[in-house]
């Protein structure tokens, strides 16, 4: 990042004016080195290259003028009776009213004299055919002071485009301006650049310490649209750079995985053709692409470190399954693990029901196992006896071992860290990694998250599957709800109404669903229902989900225990109760429980009357859509990529002026220009690239387990 970093982490007390109750207020805002301080830039920016004459403020834009008070008074207005201070500045061109609904009167008295000249900023609206601007600043002019002469006297506030700093309670933008003013003239010349010069040549990119110099302090050229969006070439270079060494790091790590030796298998198909022979329908196009890049993987020496990505009911569980008899067939264990009890379960179910038709061993490994249960399952996984291994964390424990792990199969990576990967990559010799998830992921975010991994979409859904129609009402139109699964059950179909889990401090998710079953039952008094929650036992929950798989059952209230693995064709309608509770891709994974089959089928969404606006906007995208990217998308944007992934381990980076959603384009451009220097024959041995790999190890090192590269 720079020769000499060291100036770069001292503390804000090198700075002038910083003493120890200023340092505490940027501390509050995670700024406490003088690195902090330039890697924190203005979140807007203010042009003050020119005062305007009043008659020619814009409307809806922040101007700065010059005027004088001819009136001022407190005023009532007719309709509220609400008390405000308006003041009418005038310069000869027009006037214009300024008003403060919070002040204090002796003050605001005192201050805003009749006569008084000053500089006032503030952002132009019009109320009732008038121009006025609300709580403006102002900046008072002596008796007689000539404007320009008051302007030359306070370079740093005006007769420029002014930066506009994120602030925390006792910090003012003048002061925190004269702080960073004295950060950027001291040492951002000290912040060197350490990227190949072609690529910042191809990319129009100027060095970080011109970078940091204009994004702080812009030219009086620059454009203020530009610098407004984000997307002007200084803070472009900052974000590439951020991007550039992740992607770095990431394709290093890649590259390093790909030169360990693996367990390269050969392929005979000795139990995915018998297979394919007893699966009711035929593989996807999708499905048979992504298994043959699975399968080139495989067959190499080098371990394989793969994402698959499908929506929901694409079928990636088939090809985990085709992927695990693979690993099989080259005498080798499998071991499958899934975040909650829950998918465990439907997994170990799934697998099980496939490999003892072959002839082969499948066990369960879960945390609420009795302890003389889980040490034979131990002993016999330990023992070779065990082929395919299903659980959840437990799984990654120190006390599991295997006889030889060939493949590890990570499902709903999302919710899983890096270093889970790594445990599982632990527990053999350098086995195989297959990651799968059902959240699609936008682009830009598996370019961060998985940009170690390579990456299989499948894209296609099985033929027959027709769109889910999605509606949303609110909690009085329920009843018209469920005369729309009334009809379907009536002409032999069946339902899901879906329960979410609700705060302890409320009740229990198992409470509301119970409740429900009570009234439902009179609604549909000729209909059999069935409830199905979490806290139910293995066998009990198997014989409620087979009673409705098998048509005994005509409605399944139940919580989000359905969220995966029940495939119910005849299934064609779900009501989701407080629809605003559930993340997007938790609807659209609730959802896809629907459609299965060929029939016509319909989600219905209810909103509480409580539904904030970020819940009617994941509602309105459902309605809109059952593309599981487009969702992701959307997704990203209201909540952000922490939220989005669900946990603090997901491995999102911290960013400090990257945006993954703004500049997505910038961060594939990254990628592509890092691509190319790690193609390189010389890269990284030759000397030139000493202290880019140097930069690499302090930025990413730790988190990337790259310590070793510096």
């Not at 000493?690 to 990413?700: N, P």
């Amino acid at each position: 990042m720079c020769a000499d970093s060291s100036h770069l982490h001292q503390p804000l007390s090198v700075l002038h004016g910083v003493g120890p109750r200023l340092a505490d207020r940027f501390a509050r805002m995670q700024i406490r080195s003088v690195e902090d301080l330039l890697y924190t830039l203005p979140h807007r920016y203010e042009d003050r290259r020119q005062l305007r004459k009043i008659a020619h403020l814009r409307e809806g834009c922040t101007e700065i003028f010059c005027g004088e008070i001819l009136a001022s008074a407190e005023v009532r207005t007719s309709r509220s009776g609400r008390a405000m201070w308006e003041v009418v500045v005038g310069d000869g061109s027009g006037t214009i009213t300024l008003k403060w609904f919070h002040y204090r009167k002796a003050w605001q008295k005192k201050t805003y004299q009749v006569g008084r000249r000053a500089l006032f900023r503030g952002e132009v609206k019009r109320f009732a055919g008038r121009r006025e601007v609300l709580h403006p600043e102002a900046d008072f002019l002596a008796p007689g002071q000539d404007v320009d002469d008051f302007t030359r006297a306070d370079p740093l506030n005006f007769g420029r485009i002014l930066p506009v700093y994120p602030l925390t309670d006792g910090l003012h933008q003048r002061t925190a301006r004269k702080i960073w003013k004295e950060a950027v003239d001291r040492f951002a010349a000290q912040v060197k650049t350490h990227l190949p010069a072609e690529f910042l040549r191809k990319r129009s990119l100027p060095p970080l310490d011109i970078a940091l110099r204009q994004v702080h302090w812009p030219d009086n050229d620059a454009d203020l649209s530009a610098l407004q969006r984000g997307d002007d070439p200084c803070r472009r270079a900052l974000v590439y750079d951020e991007f550039f060494y992740l992607e770095l790091g990431l394709l290093l790590r890649q590259k390093g995985i790909s030169l360990e030796a693996g367990i390269p298998f050969r392929i005979e198909h000795r139990y995915t053709r018998p297979l394919a022979a007893m699966l009711p329908y035929r593989l996807t196009a999708a499905q048979k692409r992504v298994l043959g890049e699975i399968k080139r993987d495989l067959q190499r020496p080098h371990p394989m470190h793969r994402l698959v990505q499908g929506d929901v009911g694409s079928g990636k569980t088939v090809v985990a399954l085709m992927a695990a008899l693979l690993a099989i067939e080259n005498e080798t264990q499998v071991a499958v693990v899934a975040p909650t009890e829950i998918l465990a379960e439907q997994h170990y179910r799934f697998f099980s029901h496939w490999l003892e038709r072959l002839g082969l061993k499948t066990a369960l490994l879960s945390g609420t196992q009795k302890p003389s249960d889980k040490q034979r399952c131990l002993e016999r996984i330990a023992a070779g006896e065990v082929h395919l291994v299903v659980g959840t964390h437990a799984v990654l424990q120190e006390g599991v071992r295997f006889s030889r792990l060939g493949l590890g199969i990570v499902d709903e990576q999302h919710r899983f860290g890096v270093q889970q990967r790594q445990v599982l990559k632990q527990k053999g010799e350098n086995p195989h990694i297959l990651v799968m998830t059902a959240t699609p992921i936008p682009r830009s975010l598996a370019l961060t998250v998985y940009g170690d991994l390579a990456l299989s979409v499948i894209d296609e859904l099985p033929p027959g599957r027709k769109p889910v129609k999605t509606l949303m009402c609110g909690e009085k139109e329920r009843e018209r709800a469920l005369i729309l699964m009334k009809k379907a059950i009536q002409r032999g179909e069946q339902g899901y109404i879906v329960y979410p889990l609700v705060e302890e401090s409320e009740k229990s998710d198992l409470k509301a669903a119970t409740e429900a079953m009570e009234w439902l039952t009179g609604f549909f008094p000729d209909v059999r229902l069935a409830l199905l929650h979490g806290r139910m036992k293995g066998p009990e929950k198997d014989a409620v989900m087979r009673d409705f798989a098998e048509g005994r059952t005509g409605i399944l209230v139940a919580t989000t225990v359905i969220e995966v693995g029940i495939d119910v064709p005849n299934a064609t309608v779900m009501i989701v109760e407080h629809a605003e509770r559930f993340g997007l891709a938790q609807l659209h994974q609730l959802r896809g429980r629907v459609g299965r089959g060929g029939k016509e089928s319909v989600c219905v969404l209810i909103r509480s009357q409580k539904c904030s606006e970020d819940g009617l906007k994941r509602l309105q995208v459902m309605c809109e859509t059952g593309d599981g990217f487009r969702i992701a998308e959307a997704d990203l944007e209201i909540r952000g990529p922490g939220d989005f992934l669900g946990t603090r381990q997901s491995g999102v980076p911290d960013f400090r002026i990257a945006n993954i959603l703004r500049d997505g384009q910038v961060l594939e451009q990254a990628r592509q220009d890092a691509m190319e220097l790690v193609a390189r024959d010389d890269f990284p041995d030759h000397p030139r690239y000493h202290e880019l790999m140097q930069a690499l190890a302090e930025r990413w090192g730790g988190r990337l387990e790259l310590a070793s590269i510096g």
